[in-house]
C-alpha cells in the first residue's frame, strides 16, 4: 500500500501528466497519417527522455505507444490506409463501415474495443506479470515454431475469397522475407547480386507500399472516370449511424471478450506482436461467429474483435520487458534503451529495487489508459473532419507522406523505391483479387517460422520428435491439424452441394 | 493537412516542455556549419544506438551543431555501414561502428568494403563476451562446463549471434580447448538470451553484460566465463577464458568513425570533439547509471586495433 | 478494352515466375558445409508451394466461369494511363529527392499529383503544394532531428 501510495504521488505531477496527453496526441496522430508509424515515432523521441526523469520520459514512451497502436485504425477506417500494421486488421471491416457511411460508429467501437484491451492487459500486467513471464519462458524454438504455423493456418483459412488466393499471397509474403542475409548461417540468399537486397526487403516498405500506395493508385483509376465525387467518403448524418448503441455493444461484447485475452497473451510471448493477434483475433472472431457472412461486408464484431487484441497487447507487452529485461518488438526495445539509461535495469531485480518505479509505471500505465478514452473521443469529430479534404488534396498529401516516411525511417532511397515497388504489387494484388493481408502476415511470420524450425532441428540433432515430445507445441500442432481437418471437411462439403 | 497542422502545435508543447530546441548559429564557421548525421547501422534502443546517441547529444553541442542519428539496418549491419562509404567524404556523415559491422562482415561476405576504408574518430565504450546459463544446468562454472562438454561432444547448445563477436568467441574456445558446442543461431541478445534462461539451450554467449545483468543479480542466471583481459569488476567470482588456459578474449566495441575521404582537418575537429566530449559530465553520468564502460581510445590507435583485429579474426575464420 | 480472365492471368504469370525462381535460387542462396537444413530448404518450398497453388488457379480458370473469383478484370484504358502515370510520377519523384531537394521535389510532385487526381482548383493546389512541403520538412527537424534532402542542383 505504501509503495502505491508513493508511486501515485509521483506519478500525479503535473508534468508527467501533461508529457502522457503530449506522447498520446502524437502517437494517435503519427499512427494516424500513412506513412508515418509507432516505432519511429518512439525512436525519434527517445533523445527527448534522456533529459527528462526516467518517469516523465517513459511515460511519455507509453503514451506514444498506446495512442499510436490506437491511432493506426483512425486512417484504416476512414480512407483503408492502416497506419499501423495492425490496424490492417480493422480496415477489412472498419472501412467497409465507413463506405456505407458509418464511420463515426466504426471510429467510436474502435476507440471502445481498444480501450478495453488495454485496461484489461494493464490488469493482467499489474496482477499477474511475474506468473506470465514464467509462461513465456517455456516459449523455446519449437513452441515458437508450432504458434508460427498455427497462426499461419487460422489466418490464411479465413483470407475471404479464395483459398487459393489467400495461400498464396501468405507465401509470396514469406518468399519476400526470405531475401537477404541468411539468419542461420549468414550467407546472402535471393539478393540477385544486388547489393541493397542484403539488407532484405524492410517491413516498413511493405506496409506503407502494399497498403498505403497501392491504396493511392485505386483511388487515381476514378479520375478516368467522369463524374467522381470530390469527397473521400460520404458521413451519414443520422446520429444512429454515428453511434454504437448498447445493443450492438452486447453483440460484439463477445468477440471482445476473446480478442483480449488472446492479445494480452500474444503480448506476453516476446517476438510476436499486436499484428499477429488482430489477425488472429479477426479470424477466431469469424470462425465463432453466428453472421460469418457479415465479415469483409462491415461486421462489427470484426472491427471489435481486431482492435481489443491489437490494443491489449500494449499492457502485456511490457511483462517480458519489466520481469525479464526482454524487449518483444522494436517499441519496447527502446523503452528498454530509455530505462537503462536512467539506470533502471529492467528484470527479475527491477522488482524488488525499485518498487516505487514499478508501481509509479503500473499507475502510469492505467491513467494513460483513461486519457487515451478521452484523447481519442475529442478528437473523433476532427478525424472525420479530415475526410472532408477533397481527394485531390488528400492523395497527394498521402503520397507524399508514404514517400518521406518510408526515407526517414529507411534513409535510403533504394528502400523507397522498394517501397513503390510494393505499392504497384499491392495494386496488381487488389485487381486480380488477391488479398493483402495474408501477404503481410506471411512476412511477419515467415521469419519467425522458419528460425524456430531452424533452431529447433539445431538443438534435436535434426530429429521431428522435439515438436511433438514438448506439450505445448504439441497441443498447438494438433490443434493446427484439427483445424485444417474440419475447415478442409467444410470446403468438401460446400463442393460437393454446388454440384448438385 | 489537419493532422500535419495538429502536430505543429504538438511540437511547440514538446520542444516548450523538453527545451530541447537547437538555436542555428549565426556565423558560419568552416566545419561543420550545417547539421551532422550519425548513421548508426543497428536497430534502434540497442546498445550501439543508445550509446550513438548520447555522443551525438554531447559532441552536438561542442560542435554547435544538431547532430541528427538514423538507424540504417540490414545486412548484419553491412549496409549502414557501406551507406557512409558511398554518401559524399565531407565529415558530416560518420559511422557509429562495431566490430560485427566493420570487421566481421567484410570477412564473411561480399560488402563492398574492408575497415581500413574507414578513419578512426575514437573508440568510446567496450566490453566483454560473457558466456553464461540458467541455474538448471549440469555444470555451475567455466571448468566445469569445459570438462562437460569435452566429455559428452555436441551436447552442449549455445546461442548466439551468427558471424558476430559472441559466436566467434565461442568457436575460438571450442578449438582451443580440443571441444564442440552447437550453436544455435539468435536474431540477436535480445532473443538468445530468453532462449538459455528457459533452458531451451544450455547456454547464451551475450554481447555485453548488460543484457544479462539482471537475471545474475537476480539469481536466475550465473555467468561462467568472461572473455577479457581481466576479470570483471560486476563479476568478481567469474573467470575469465585465459585463467582457464584459453587465450581467447573478444571485447564488443562502440566508437566512432569516417570515411577514409575525408579532410584530414575536419577529422582532426571531429577527433578533438569526441576527446572532448568523453571528459563530459553528461558522458560520465551516462556510462554509470547505463551500465556502460567507457573506453576512450583516440583514433589512431582505434585504426590500429583495427588493422589487428582484422588480421586476428581473419585466422580463426578461415579455419 | 478486352475483358480478361483474372485467374488464368494471374495463376500463369506466378507459375511464370516461380518456373524462374526455382531454376534461380539454387544459384541465389550461399550455403555452407552446416548439417543442417539448407537456407535454400524454405525457399524452394515456399516457391514450390505457390507454383501448385498457381496451377490451381489457372485449372479454375479454365473450367469454372460463375466462381465470384473468376470474374474478369475489366480495365479502361483511361484507367490504366492514370495509374500509370501516377505510378511514373512517383518514381520521379523519389528519384530525383536528393538531387533537388525535399522542398522544390514536394512542391512539383503535389501540383502534379493534384492534376492527376482530378483536383483543378489551382488556389488549392498552390496553397497546399507550398505550405505542405516546410511543414513537413519543419516538423521533421526541429521534433524529430531528422534532416531531409535539401538538393544538390543548387548549391
Partial sequence: MDQILVGLEQILQLQNILLMIVGLIVGIVIGAIPGLNVPLAVALALPFTFSLPPLAGISMLIGIYKGGTYGGSISAILLNVPGTPAAAATAIDGNALARQGKAGKALKLSIYASVFGELVSDIVLIVAAAQVSRFALKFGPPEFFALGLFALTIIGLISGTGLVRGIIAGALGFLLSMVGIDPVEGGARMTFDIYELSGGLKFIALIIGAFAISEALVQVEKSARPGTKLKVLEISPHKADNNVSKAEFMQVLPAMLRGTPLGVAIGAIPGLGSSIAAFLSYGLAKKLSKTPEEFGKGSLEGVAAAESANNAVTGSTLIPLLTLGIPGDVITAIMLGALTVHGIVPGPTLFQQQGDFVSALFICMLIVTFLHFFVAMLGLPLFIRAVRIPRGILFPLVIVLCVTGAFVATSSIFDTMVMLGFGVLGYLMVKFGFPIAPMLIGFILGPLVEMSLRQSLIISGNSLDIFFTRPVSATLLTLTLIIIITVGWQRFKELKQNEN | MFNLRKSKLVVAAMLGIATLASPEPVVAQSFPDKPITFVVPWGAGGRTDIVGRMVSNVMGSILEQPIAVVNRTGGRGAVGTKSVLDGEADGYTVLVTTPGNQILAPLFNDVGFVPSDFRGIGRVASGSVIFASNMDQPFTDGASLIEYARANPGAVTYSAVKNNLPWLAAESLAEKAGIKFRHVPAGGDSEAVPMALGGHVNLVASSSYNAIASQIEGGEMRALIVFANERMEALPDTPTAIELGYAVTASPWTGIAVSKGVPEDRIEILRNALAEAMETKSILNFANSSGTTLSYLDGPGFEAQWDAEFTDFQSVVKK | ?155
Avoid: H
Fill in chain 3, 1 to 155: 478494352m478486352r475483358e480478361i480472365n483474372k485467374n488464368i492471368w494471374s495463376g500463369g504469370v506466378l507459375l511464370g515466375l516461380c518456373v524462374v525462381l526455382i531454376i534461380q535460387i539454387p544459384g541465389q542462396v550461399g550455403t555452407t558445409t552446416d548439417d543442417s537444413l539448407s537456407p535454400a530448404f524454405l525457399p524452394m518450398l515456399v516457391t514450390a508451394l505457390i507454383a501448385v497453388m498457381s496451377v490451381f488457379l489457372i485449372v479454375q480458370g479454365v473450367l469454372t466461369k460463375d466462381i465470384a473469383t473468376a470474374t474478369p478484370v475489366k480495365q479502361t484504358f483511361a484507367e490504366i494511363g492514370y495509374v500509370g502515370l501516377c505510378i511514373l510520377v512517383m518514381i520521379i519523384y523519389v528519384g530525383i529527392l536528393k538531387w533537388v531537394g525535399f522542398i522544390v521535389a514536394t512542391f512539383a510532385v503535389i501540383v502534379v499529383l493534384a492534376l492527376l487526381y482530378g483536383n483543378r482548383n489551382w488556389l488549392q493546389i498552390l496553397i497546399t503544394a507550398m505550405v505542405a512541403p516546410p511543414a513537413i520538412m519543419l516538423f521533421f527537424r526541429y521534433t524529430m532531428l531528422v534532416l531531409l534532402p535539401e538538393g544538390t542542383l543548387f548549391n
